[in-house]
């Protein structure tokens, strides 16, 4: 069964992935029972040496969990394309995880500070293989408690024949995403791993709040600009008014 919820207000698909552009809306979507859903993201993209503004509609995938993830970003190099904006585009160099193999031409992995070896346990070498496979062209993030995944292109053609294949795409990596569930934060579990009456102590569920949220250099960017005019304004404004005397 599944519930059909089109244009969806208030909930957003992952974090960086759906910041891209503005006014980003789930124009429509398909919520399954076990919180699953398969929609379409639409966002606006301003072309400022063009003074206009463009829709674009990307698909999406999202898979929940039992536990929280910590924040990791996938961009995929396989769907760039002239109109899209990079998911990795805000997003602070020092985060980047470097991955052997040919992943890293398919994939540019982001990770907050110290979550490195954390992102390891997620990409195996059979995961790293399936996403190359099967997800090439979509870009993940894994944020709270869901898998999501991006890639640009209408979901719901007339046929419903992308629909079906993003309904199979879904059961694979929602299999896959159970595999997940026994991740741990070891930041977590500051105390001894055994009780004081000798029983192994359960270790906490749950993501330390650095690992989190990735660092997204936008909001840096905009107050970096706030600061420079509060500065660079007033002398512009003396500058000004010598030249008017």
């Given at each position: 069964?599944?519930?059909?919820?089109?244009?969806?207000?208030?909930?957003m698909?992952?974090?960086?992935?759906?910041?891209?552009?503005?006014?980003g809306?789930?124009?429509?979507?398909?919520?399954?029972?076990?919180?699953?859903r398969?929609?379409?993201?639409?966002?606006?993209r301003?072309?400022?040496?063009?003074?206009?503004?463009?829709?674009?509609?990307?698909?999406?995938?999202?898979?929940p969990a039992?536990?929280?993830?910590?924040?990791?970003?996938?961009?995929?190099?396989?769907?760039?394309?002239?109109?899209?904006?990079?998911?990795?585009?805000?997003?602070?160099?020092?985060?980047?995880?470097?991955l052997e193999?040919?992943?890293?031409?398919?994939?540019?992995?982001?990770?907050?500070?110290?979550?490195?070896?954390?992102?390891l346990?997620f990409?195996?070498?059979?995961?790293?293989a399936?996403?190359i496979?099967?997800?090439?062209?979509?870009?993940?993030?894994?944020?709270?408690?869901?898998a999501v995944?991006?890639?640009?292109?209408?979901?719901?053609p007339?046929?419903?024949?992308?629909?079906?294949?993003?309904?199979?795409?879904?059961r694979?990596?929602?299999?896959?995403?159970?595999?997940?569930?026994?991740w741990?934060?070891?930041?977590?579990?500051?105390?001894?791993?055994?009780?004081?009456?000798?029983?192994l102590?359960v270790?906490?569920?749950?993501?330390?709040?650095?690992g989190?949220?990735?660092?997204d250099?936008?909001?840096?960017?905009?107050?970096?600009?706030?600061?420079?005019?509060?500065?660079?304004?007033?002398?512009?404004?003396?500058?000004?008014?010598m030249?008017l005397?």
């Amino acid at each position: 069964m599944r519930s059909s919820t089109p244009f969806a207000r208030g909930w957003m698909p992952g974090e960086v992935l759906a910041s891209r552009g503005s006014r980003g809306r789930a124009r429509s979507m398909l919520v399954f029972p076990d919180g699953s859903r398969i929609g379409e993201w639409e966002y606006i993209r301003t072309y400022s040496h063009l003074r206009a503004n463009s829709a674009h509609v990307w698909s999406f995938v999202s898979v929940p969990a039992v536990v929280q993830f910590p924040h990791i970003v996938l961009d995929a190099t396989g769907n760039r394309r002239g109109h899209s904006l990079d998911a990795g585009v805000s997003l602070s160099r020092a985060q980047r995880v470097r991955l052997e193999g040919d992943f890293d031409a398919h994939f540019h992995t982001y990770a907050p500070a110290g979550y490195g070896a954390d992102a390891l346990y997620f990409l195996t070498p059979d995961v790293m293989a399936d996403l190359i496979d099967s997800a090439a062209d979509w870009d993940v993030e894994l944020i709270d408690t869901d898998a999501v995944f991006f890639r640009p292109g209408s979901t719901m053609p007339a046929g419903g024949r992308a629909l079906e294949e993003r309904v199979r795409f879904l059961r694979q990596w929602r299999a896959r995403v159970a595999r997940w569930t026994h991740w741990r934060d070891d930041r977590l579990n500051a105390g001894p791993l055994v009780n004081t009456d000798g029983t192994l102590r359960v270790p906490p569920v749950g993501v330390h709040r650095d690992g989190q949220r990735l660092n997204d250099t936008r909001g840096n960017t905009a107050m970096l600009a706030c600061i420079v005019a509060l500065i660079v304004l007033p002398y512009v404004v003396v500058v000004g008014r010598m030249l008017l005397e």
